[in-house]
T-cell receptor, first 115, second 112 residues
Framework: DVKVTQSSRYLVKRTGEKVFLECVQD?????MFWYRQDPGLGLRLIYF???????EKGDIPEGYSVSREKKERFSLILESASTNQTSMYLC??????????????FGPGTRLTVL | QKEVEQNSGPLSVPEGAIASLNCTYS??????FFWYRQYSGKSPELIMF????GDKEDGRFTAQLNKASQYVSLLIRDSQPSDSATYLC????????????FGQGTTLQVKP
């Protein structure tokens, strides 16, 4: 079974702090994704990565950056946390679009509260 | 804007009934479709995927795809209270990007 893990289930940070959310997958997947999910707004793609050191902006990249130094690990960075970044953050991975493996597998999520 | 549309619900069905969840999509280049179940406070869990026109059955779940009409549906037979969740429909869009386009989800309530 694919396993996607996220570093924290719950996180509370203060406005202006730099926040790191980490995601690790154990199935050698090419693609990794960061979403945020808010009531009434559905899943929104922040960034995705299709290879080590490769990244692409999603629909709402402002205020976020990402890092993928190793294939299994994808980090989301909030450079200076703000209250409007309070949300559920979900990491996902998929095998490869070229390989036909579009199905994404999600981690358990990190509920981030910015005070 | 390439979209996947779902009725947000809630869809309420009695225990033992068939629940029918529907989804339409705008990008004709989409080839693959996925249904995820998401319990409150949890992350989405993949329950079915379908690539070809027609029906695909897995236990109590049947996914249906009609590419000509651009709709996807999920039928849940013998609905149980444990099926109460939000169901997300997703399509892969065109261009082999690796990304999925998600609908907003339909909330299903199965009443005992």
């Amino acid at each position: 079974d694919v396993k996607v893990t996220q570093s924290s289930r719950y996180l509370v940070k203060r406005t202006g702090e730099k926040v790191f959310l980490e995601c690790v997958q154990d199935m050698d997947h090419e693609n990794m994704f960061w979403y945020r999910q808010d009531p009434g707004l559905g899943l929104r793609l922040i960034y995705f990565s299709y290879d080590v050191k490769m990244k692409e902006k999603g629909d709402i990249p402002e205020g976020y950056s990402v890092s993928r130094e190793k294939k299994e690990r994808f980090s989301l960075i909030l450079e200076s946390a703000s209250t409007n970044q309070t949300s559920m953050y979900l990491c996902a991975s998929s095998l490869s679009a070229a390989g036909g493996g579009d199905e994404q597998f999600f981690g358990p999520g990190t509920r981030l509260t910015v005070l | 804007q390439k979209e996947v549309e779902q009725n947000s619900g809630p869809l309420s069905v009695p225990e033992g009934a068939i629940a029918s969840l529907n989804c339409t999509y705008s990008d004709r280049g989409s080839q693959s479709f996925f249904w995820y179940r998401q319990y409150s406070g949890k992350s989405p869990e993949l329950i079915m995927f379908i690539y070809s026109n027609g029906d695909k059955e897995d236990g109590r779940f049947t996914a249906q795809l009609n590419k000509a009409s651009q709709y996807v549906s999920l039928l849940i037979r013998d609905s149980q209270p444990s099926d109460s969740a939000t169901y997300l429909c997703a399509g892969n869009g065109s261009g082999n990007t690796g990304k999925l386009i998600f609908g907003q989800g339909t909330t299903l309530q199965v009443k005992p």
